[in-house]
């Protein structure tokens, strides 16, 4: 098998998927930027060439490093089928950077933020639902949005419910929205019955704000180096067999 | 110290349990699948190094989302966290669309109130057939010999 090279446009990081089914560095193309941040020979197969090209690829996986670990990372990519490991890449580089920027709360600060969104939109649709019933217009029955009861982390669904067709514009979604003070507070209260340590609230400063641009910057550059990769592959029908030389990326996110 | 009283993160590494544990107040033993998921996630370690860099005060929290970030990667390796995030995404966009619906519904509702009470005020005005000299015109009224 002829080692593949990683397609890096213009800076590198988190490159589509568009190599060996099982990566490959070393030969000429020189290592991966996990192996080169490693400092380890890339040998061919390597699983994160595909995915950490050499030249910010290392940045990146320095930060996925940090806190996932590198065999960690590479115990959960194993357990993925290939196609989807772009996609999974993103999301681990996505929650390392997140760490990171906010050491205490991660991405999660971004899930309370939206939770909050909704609660409150829910609320506004729950008035005007009201104000509409009062206004005796005959109006459709009301949509099943009345009264929804507050979210909580213990009321979410798991990600794996979310349907397949699905399309979603991932650097938007990546975008993380600073929550106030007395959310996040109000939410450690949730995480704690989430936790189940029985611990008694503690003190707790807001997250370090003014991160998100990176972060998003961060979301829209891999998507762009995926977009283009995925654009030069679009012409060759790629399947994804234990040989390959290829991949095929089929992510449920829709990159825009 | 004794096996029973090892916290979840020393049981599950087997090793002693010391006083001055890092990891013993936020994975206690009677919640093993809690540092089970973010061992696999995270690791040991890289856990003991995260909370260590965090005073204290904060790193109850910083253990339970964590907590939460690891066990939804166990669920869904693929998006992990960022499902979640997609989900939340999703029901934004509904509620915004419903929002939207209803607003426009009010509105409507108001502008045909509107038209309604002028054309009512509009009708008790031409029913009034009083004497001519009592609507607007310059007509002079009628001499009353």
Redesign the interface.
């Known amino acids: 098998m002829s080692s593949s090279s990683t397609i890096s446009s213009g800076g590198g990081g988190v490159v589509g998927g568009v190599g060996s089914s099982s990566g490959g560095g070393g030969g000429g193309g020189g290592p991966c930027g996990a192996c080169k941040f490693l400092r380890r020979k890339c040998v061919i197969g390597c699983i994160f060439a595909p995915y950490f090209d050499s030249e910010q690829g290392a940045a990146h996986f320095a930060a996925v490093h940090k806190v996932f670990g590198a065999s960690n990372v590479s115990k959960l990519l194993l357990h993925i089928p290939v196609h989807k490991r772009l996609d999974a890449v993103v999301t681990i580089c996505y929650e390392a950077q997140a760490r990171l920027r906010d050491p205490v709360y991660g991405c999660v600060a971004h899930i309370f933020a939206l939770q909050q969104q909704v609660v409150n939109l829910q609320a506004e649709l729950s008035y005007l639902q009201a104000h509409l019933a009062a206004l005796e217009l005959p109006s459709p029955p009301p949509p099943t949005l009345l009264a929804p009861p507050p979210l909580s982390i213990t009321d979410l669904p798991s990600a794996s419910s979310i349907p397949a067709t699905a399309t979603f514009n991932l650097s938007t979604i990546l975008d993380p929205v600073v929550p106030p003070h007395w959310l996040l507070q109000q939410r450690e209260m949730e995480l704690r019955q989430f936790g189940g340590s029985g611990r008694s609230p503690t003190e707790n400063s807001p997250p370090t704000a003014g991160g998100g641009g990176d972060l998003q910057a961060l979301a829209r550059e891999l998507l762009q180096r995926h977009r283009s990769s995925v654009e030069q592959s679009a012409s060759a029908q790629q399947t994804c067999t234990s040989t390959a030389t290829t991949t095929t990326i089929t992510p449920q996110l829709r990159l825009t | 110290m004794s096996n029973s009283t090892r916290c979840a993160a020393c049981k599950s590494l087997r090793r002693r349990c010391p006083q001055d544990c890092t990891l013993a ?4 033993s009677t ?1 093993p699948q ?1 540092f089970a998921c973010v061992h ?4 040991a ?2 856990i003991t190094k ?1 909370l260590q ?2 005073p204290v ?2 790193r ?10 690891a066990s ?2 166990v ?18 966009l509904v ?2 669309r ?2 939207a619906e ?2 426009g ?2 509105a409507l ?1 108001g502008a045909q109130q509107g038209q309604e009470q002028k054309r009512m005020a509009q009708s008790q005005v031409h029913q009034y057939n009083g004497p001519i000299w009592f609507t607007t015109s310059q007509q002079d009224p009628p001499h009353l010999d």
Do not use: W
């Open positions: 107040p936020y994975f206690p919640n809690r696999k996630i995270f690791g370690s890289n995260m860099q965090l005060h904060q109850a929290v910083a253990a339970d989302c964590i907590s939460f970030e939804s990667r669920r869904d390796p693929v998006y992990g966290c960022v499902g979640i995030i997609t989900q939340l995404h999703q029901l934004i509620a915004q419903e929002l209803i607003q519904q009010v509702y």
